[in-house]
Structure formats: C-alpha cells, structure tokens
C-alpha cells in the first residue's frame, strides 16, 4: 500500500539554528499538504500545494516559515531561525482531491525539539 | 472562522462499553465532516467521513452521523474493544474544493480489559 513518507522522523536543534523536513507524497497526488501539531491539540494547516503552486499559505508564518514544491512532487519545509515554540510534529498529508470530499493521507511526521 | 469542538479527555471506558465521542462544529456554507484515529505510535487515519446532512459514515464497527440541524457530527460504536485505544480527531474541511481540514483537541479513547 502506497504510504506518504516523511524525513527525518525526529529533529533536535538548538533555537536560531535552520532546520528542513521533506515529505514525498504518494504517487500521481497533486494535492499536498503541511500541518503543525503541538502537543495535545489537533493539526492546524500550514500550507497547501496544488502541483507545484502554492494554494493557502495564510497560516504559514513567512517571517521563518519556507515551503517549496518545485517539481510538483516532494516538498521541503524550512523553518529559520527556530524558535522554542516550533517545538511539535510536523505532518504532511497528501491526496488526490479536487473536491474537499477526496481523502488525505498522512505521513508518519517529524517530530521537532527545539532547545 | 471555522471550527471544531470536541469533548475532552482522556475517555477511559471498559471493553464492551458503550462509546460516544461528542464533536460540534462552526462552518459556513456545506462542510464535509470527518473523523481520524492516531493509533500509538503511527500516523493519523481516516476512521470516516460524511459530505452531506444526514448522510452516515461507517467503519469498523463506529458510525457517525452528520447533523445539521444540530451542527454535530457524534462517533459511536456499540461495543468498543481494546485495540480501539487512541487519539481520536474530529475535522471538516468547508467544502466545494480539495480544502485544507480544520482539526478539534482530540479526544483520548482508553479501553481497558
């Protein structure tokens, strides 16, 4: 069964370092998606991909916070400087939606630690 | 904006109980409703989903039903087992594109023997 694969799985930096995460999707799904998990809530949106453009990135903090999809398939999600509150899983999901009612999958994610 | 919210846990339930999970939400227009499940140590999944009121999503034995009139979207199942402890996340997306979900709390589910 085809899965969404995210790396690395866990991330120690110290703050104001950079950090990255990668996610490649499963094959042939246009639609990618980032969400940041603290710790006891639920996922909130980051960024959503269609292809290679960038769809909804209003909660997307661009002071620190990059994405990019240049091919239309993997994506990388960098944050820097880090800071403390960064601190939590990072999850990508991915689907072949063109209607809402489409199912995302999600990645196994990437927890971060920031000291 | 939109919203979801779900009742608190953790859920602490013998196996056989009975289970409810309670979720109301806040969307304009015509979400879609959904609800995931993070077993430990995995990823999230998708347990089921509805798209319109009134409709009845279904799997592995927990049903939930989208209403309305009441703005919720509550997961049942009759007799929950040990294995159905986890992390359990009620979302909608608003529906009319391939949306980005908006997530409730979570509500952790622990069965015991």
Same mark, same amino acid.
């Given at each position: 069964?085809?899965?969404?694969?995210?790396?690395?799985?866990?991330?120690?930096?110290?703050?104001?370092?950079?950090?990255?995460?990668?996610? #490649?999707?499963? +094959?042939?799904?246009?639609?990618?998606?980032?969400y940041?998990q603290?710790?006891? @809530?639920g996922p *909130? $949106?980051?960024?959503?991909?269609?292809?290679?453009?960038?769809?909804?990135?209003?909660?997307?903090?661009? #002071?620190?916070? +990059?994405?990019?999809?240049?091919?239309?398939?993997?994506?990388?999600?960098?944050? @820097?400087?880090? *800071? $403390?509150?960064?601190?939590?899983?990072?999850l990508?999901?991915?689907?072949?939606?063109?209607?809402?009612?489409?199912?995302?999958?999600?990645?196994?994610?990437?927890?971060?630690?920031?000291? | 904006?939109?919203?979801?919210?779900?009742?608190?846990?953790?859920?602490?339930?013998?196996?056989?109980?009975?289970?409810?999970?309670?979720?109301?939400?806040?969307?304009?227009?015509?979400?879609?409703?959904?609800?995931?499940?993070?077993?430990?140590?995995?990823?999230?999944?998708?347990?089921?989903?509805?798209?319109?009121?009134?409709?009845?999503?279904?799997?592995?034995?927990?049903?939930?039903?989208?209403?309305?009139?009441?703005?919720?979207?509550?997961?049942?199942?009759?007799?929950?087992?040990?294995?159905?402890?986890?992390?359990?996340?009620?979302?909608?997306?608003?529906?009319?594109?391939?949306?980005?979900?908006?997530f409730?709390?979570?509500?952790?589910?622990?069965?015991?023997?």
């Amino acid at each position: 069964e085809a899965e969404v694969a995210q790396s690395p799985r866990y991330k120690i930096t110290e703050k104001s370092q950079a950090v990255a995460f990668w996610c #490649d999707p499963i +094959s042939g799904h246009a639609t990618l998606y980032w969400y940041r998990q603290i710790l006891g @809530q639920g996922p *909130e $949106l980051l960024v959503q991909f269609q292809d290679e453009s960038v769809v909804d990135d209003s909660q997307l903090p661009k #002071d620190r916070f +990059s994405a990019e999809r240049l091919k239309g398939v993997d994506s990388t999600l960098k944050i @820097q400087p880090a *800071e $403390l509150g960064d601190s939590a899983m990072y999850l990508c999901a991915s689907s072949s939606a063109t209607t809402s009612e489409e199912t995302q999958y999600f990645g196994p994610g990437t927890r971060l630690l920031v000291l | 904006g939109d919203s979801v919210t779900q009742m608190e846990g953790p859920v602490t339930l013998s196996e056989e109980a009975f289970l409810t999970i309670n979720c109301t939400y806040t969307a304009t227009g015509y979400p879609s409703l959904f609800w995931y499940v993070q077993y430990p140590g995995e990823g999230l999944q998708l347990l089921l989903k509805a798209t319109k009121a009134d409709d009845k999503g279904s799997n592995k034995g927990f049903e939930a039903t989208y209403r309305k009139e009441t703005t919720s979207f509550h997961l049942e199942k009759g007799s929950v087992q040990v294995s159905d402890s986890a992390v359990y996340f009620c979302a909608l997306t608003p529906g009319g594109g391939a949306d980005g979900l908006t997530f409730g709390k979570g509500t952790h589910l622990i069965i015991q023997p």
